[in-house]
């Protein structure tokens, strides 16, 4: 069983400051991480995934995160953020399954971002 | 990319009635879909894992005589709501993986929010 711990239920920043959205996982297997979008009122949206190779991993929307094995974190970073990054962000792992092609996915609890003038 | 549609986006019910929801992949085969529901500003929460063609695989304390889930082909999954109540009032995400070339990815659906009255 994996589980996902996100710190941070809100984090405020100001308009084009760097964040950082913490996100810590568990689990006795190997994982695939993710960080999920969520804008007021619909769906999910895949900002970025790490499936294998290198730990940086670049995603939509210049959001980027690293992967730490070693610390079992998965932080989404953002070198300047803008008002339209104001929205719900989830963490979320899968073990990788038997067939490689992942299993149901465990998500943290979000952060809510919210970007001021 | 890949794209997953959910129908209704919104749905009003009374109390004691059933309501139907779909998740279609649209330009892919979802031989997994998964279903989600989220209170608000809450997380998601697995409700349950669907393959095509076999009974869906449902998480503890879901009760799966009220949440009846079907997925007759590759491209779509229904979930049934039944005899709904106000406390079933949530927004049910579903989710979808497909094969080949599509990888390990998962593909979330906009999203259906149900109110019961």
């Known amino acids: 069983a994996q589980s996902v711990t996100q710190l941070d239920s809100q984090v405020p920043v100001f308009e084009e400051a760097p964040v950082e959205l913490r996100c810590n996982y568990s689990?006795?297997?190997?994982?695939?991480l993710f960080w999920y979008v969520q804008y007021p009122n619909q769906g999910l949206q895949l900002l970025l995934k790490?499936?294998?190779?290198?730990?940086l991993v670049k995603g939509i929307n210049g959001f980027e995160a690293e992967f730490n094995k070693s610390q079992t974190s998965f932080h989404l970073r953002k070198p300047s953020v803008h008002i339209s990054d104001t929205a719900e962000y989830f963490c979320?792992?899968?073990?990788?399954?038997?067939?490689?092609?992942?299993?149901?996915?465990?998500f943290g609890t979000g952060t809510q971002l919210k970007v001021e003038l | 990319g890949a794209v997953v549609s959910q129908h209704p986006s919104w749905v009003i019910c009374k109390s004691g009635t059933s309501v139907k929801i779909e998740c279609r992949s649209l330009?892919?085969?979802?031989?997994?879909m998964f279903w989600y529901r989220q209170f608000p500003k809450q997380s998601l929460m697995l409700m349950a894992t669907?393959?095509?063609?076999?009974?869906?695989?449902?998480e503890q304390g879901v009760e799966k005589d009220k949440f009846l889930i079907n997925h007759a082909s590759l491209t779509l999954s229904t979930l049934t709501v039944t005899s709904a109540h106000p406390e079933d009032s949530s927004f049910y995400i579903c989710?979808?993986?497909?094969?080949?070339?599509?990888?390990?990815?998962?593909?979330f659906g906009e999203g259906s929010w149900l109110t019961v009255v």
């Open positions: 669907s393959n095509e063609g076999s009974k869906a695989t449902y």
């Open positions: 689990s006795s297997v190997s994982v695939y």
């Open positions: 330009d892919f085969q979802a031989t997994t």
């Open positions: 790490y499936l294998s190779g290198s730990t």
């Open positions: 979320a792992v899968s073990d990788i399954g038997l067939t490689g092609g992942g299993n149901k996915l465990t």
């Open positions: 989710s979808a993986r497909g094969q080949g070339a599509v990888g390990n990815t998962i593909y």
